[in-house]
């Protein structure tokens, strides 16, 4: 494989160098690691920005990281529902999921998308394959109620997660790329938040590192700017202020969650920004905002 560094024309000698430096003690400090990466927002719908994506993924598992992605595809699926004439319908955030809708979640989650994303990384090289939680059924779910007892169709939250799957496939040199669909105890699917498949299925692989791409730079105190470090603490003091608030709220609950349970850091990061990724992971001062894990924080 030829790797693209056209991204570095333009820049002199002695700096392509230094980049090349800072970048080598995380490759050693992280080969043989486990990263799974949350996929979403403008970096899957925009092209150039997917192919960066797809070629930042392939250089990782080059230098011996394994990268395990859990895609989302809400927009995909909106523009579907629109074309058969369905209207979309959400509450508390939640997509009202019925079993036509769930019908369509399932072809654009684990058809399209998946596969598009699985293609793109083969096509640079990468050997990867889609899969969803019913495969094996590796996600097991159930019907997910809201607070008020609300019934929202086929919305599930993870019962478990049995990892022998993916960590086969990771074993063999694959790429997996899982859509966020759960099975159900009479095998019916389930639509599951794809942020909260990236943090529990981080927590059961006890990856190294969760990373989330964001449609923002990361997370913002109380003056819009972006703070690059974060304990579990921080946190609670930023939701209880209301700087924390909106569709940051889940992200953020389902980082936590990987965080008390051994994920050693957690980013998230501006998947606008081209080459995000390999900013954040392999550089000093990174991209984005990393929530420090519970180990870490109390070390």
Known sequence: MTLDYSTLSGIDADTKASILAEALPYIRRFSGSTMVIKYGGNAMTEDHLKE????DIVLLKLVGIHPVIVHGGGPQINEMLQKIGK???FIQGMRVTDGETMNIVEMVLGGCVNKEIASLLNLYGGHAVGITGRDNHFIKAKKLLLENQTDIGQVGEIESIDTQLIEQMVHQGYIPVVAPI????NGEAFNINADVVAGKLAECLKAEKLIMLTNTQGVLDENNQLINKLTPADIDRLINTGT?????LPKINSTLQAAFNGVSDIHIIDGRVPHAI???IFTDQGVGTMILG???NNA
């Open 52 to 55: 960066q994506f797809a070629k």
């Open 87 to 89: 209207e979309n319908q």
């Open 182 to 185: 759960g099975v159900g105890k």
């Open 244 to 248: 924390l608030q909106g569709g940051m």
């Open 278 to 280: 390999l900013l954040e």
């Open 294 to 296: 519970h180990n870490e």
